[in-house]
């Protein structure tokens, strides 16, 4: 099981970024996706999800309306758009899955929200 994340940048607030996560070595199709971040001295937190069949998302109340979760079975990719970026979506951001009750990570993409 490999996750790569790419797109986290430097960005002014207000601005937007699209977070993408390549997947591979398992049927990306069967698992839920989703999105984390972490911020110095914080605690990972869930940011957003996105399950298998009907695409269903569910959202952190921080982001709700300003992110939007998507994914593309066929290029076994999810997304992240990130619009209206404050500075307190400072962070570094993580693709996880969970197969068979065990958790995946990516190795993190760098998302700093600054003037």
């Known amino acids: 099981v490999q996750l790569v994340e790419s797109g986290g940048g430097l960005v002014q607030p207000g601005g937007s970024l699209r977070l993408s996560c390549a997947a591979s070595?398992?049927?990306?199709?069967?698992?839920?996706m989703k999105w984390y971040r972490q911020a110095p001295g914080k605690e990972r937190e869930l940011v957003a999800r996105?399950?298998?069949?009907?695409?269903?998302?569910n959202y952190a109340d921080s982001v709700k309306g300003r992110f939007t979760i998507s994914r593309d079975n066929v290029k076994n990719t999810v997304y992240l758009q990130m619009n209206s970026l404050k500075p307190e979506d400072t962070a570094v951001y993580y693709c996880?899955?969970?197969?068979?009750?065990?958790?995946?990570w990516g190795q993190g993409t760098q998302v700093t929200v600054s003037s």
């Open positions: 070595g398992f049927t990306f199709s069967n698992y839920i």
């Open positions: 996880n899955t969970m197969i068979w009750a065990r958790g995946y």
């Open positions: 996105i399950s298998n069949g009907s695409g269903t998302t």
